[in-house]
């Protein structure tokens, strides 16, 4: 009798228990959504550069799904069988628009469980993108990724992780002399380069708010420009930077004068910098998606190639260890440096 009653009870308990469980899972559902809404309505999707505020955290995949809770002994665990799995001297060298960060929401939540698992392998993530240092410091900081060096400009300047105090190095041209360059072909051709523009010229053609212009503007290697003259002065205009041993490159609304140098140049100055502190063969794995990221690409031992949002691919993977991503963005950049970390023994 006693044993039936027991029973009883515990099955009202249980009753009870489970619709405790599901009301307090369907508030907890709701207060996600409502955050997740809120930090999306954050987002600034205009603009030229990818420095807005991120919905890291968030993805529509993650707010139904429970978090799995590790205990810190299993995480540490599991961080151990990581890092044992793989060599150490293994970096990773990533373009940011249209790879890491979608480029249509500004997003890399698809690839924060990778990127924590990269963490647990104590790989270095260094992130190379057309941004200055300013933009790309805080996208380090939101990604985590601020213990390994950044290559900004387009492979114009390297900086050192975050503990590490030293300047950043300028590997093609300084913006001072560029600048010093342009003012001389002024009389010649027509075009305004941010310097011309100012701040306020910049956030009008950027469509950037005020403090991310002013983070654009901090520039070390680089001047974009808009060009204002006619289309058929474009070669002269760039065998005139040519001769002072500038290159000009078209962007997306602006041309880019910098140096001589390449991300691909920059890769290979980071990758000389982590042989020296850890010396060994190093082996480099690169992401990119468009031209600007070739040079990176054919150096790398494996190279991704991500394609456009439209399915297009814009560079070539020519190394046998290469690859081709299946899906845009961060979702690709997640599966195929997955699928080559697991390739090179990862237990991811
Ligand atoms: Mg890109």
């Not at 405790?20 to 709701?30: E, G």
């Not at 373009?95 to 104590?122: H, M, T, W």
């Not at 490159?249 to 390449?262: D, E, I, L, Y």
């Not at 991704?304 to 691919?313: A, K, L, Q």
Request: hydrophobic share 40%; net charge negative; charged share 20%.
């Amino acid at each position: 009798m006693t044993r039936s009653v027991s029973k009883a009870g515990a099955l009202v308990f249980s009753s009870l228990t489970l619709r405790v469980v599901k009301v307090s899972r369907r508030l907890l559902d709701a207060m996600v959504l409502t955050q997740a809404k809120t930090l999306f309505a954050s987002i600034d999707l205009s603009g030229f550069g990818a420095s807005r505020r991120l919905p890291h955290c968030i993805s529509p995949k993650k707010i139904c799904t429970a978090p799995k809770v590790l205990t810190a002994s299993a995480t540490d665990k599991a961080k151990i069988e990581r890092t044992q799995s793989v060599n150490q001297r293994l970096a990773i060298v990533s373009d940011l628009d249209g790879c890491l960060l979608n480029k249509e929401d500004y997003s890399f939540a698809p690839a924060v469980p990778l990127l924590q698992a990269i963490r647990d392998l104590n790989l270095p993530v260094i992130l190379a993108s057309s941004k200055t240092v300013s933009e790309m410091r805080l996208l380090a900081e939101e990604m985590e990724l601020a213990d390994a060096p950044i290559i900004c400009e387009n492979g114009g300047a390297v900086y050192w992780s975050r503990e590490d105090s030293r300047p950043g190095q300028i590997l093609g041209a300084s913006r001072k002399q560029i600048l010093e360059i342009l003012q001389k072909l002024k009389g010649e051709f027509h075009f305004e380069s941010f310097e011309d523009l100012g701040l306020p010229g910049v956030i009008a053609s950027t469509d950037l708010p005020e403090d991310r212009a002013r983070l654009a503007m901090q520039r070390a290697s680089t001047e974009p420009l808009l060009w204002r003259d006619s289309d058929g002065k474009l070669d002269f205009f760039a065998s005139q930077l040519a001769a002072e041993d500038l290159t000009f490159t078209r962007g997306g609304r602006f041309w880019h004068v910098a140096g001589q140098t390449s991300k691909g140049n920059a890769m290979q100055y980071v990758m000389s910098y982590l042989q020296t502190k850890n010396p060994g063969d190093w082996t480099s794995i690169a992401i990119g998606d468009s031209p600007i990221d070739q040079s990176m690409l054919d150096i790398a031992d494996y190279p991704i190639g991500i394609p456009s949002p439209d399915g297009v691919v814009h560079v070539e993977v020519k190394a046998h260890n290469g690859l081709l991503a299946d899906s845009a963005g961060a979702q690709g950049w997640a599966d195929s440096v997955t699928a080559v970390l697991q390739e090179l023994g990862a237990n991811l």
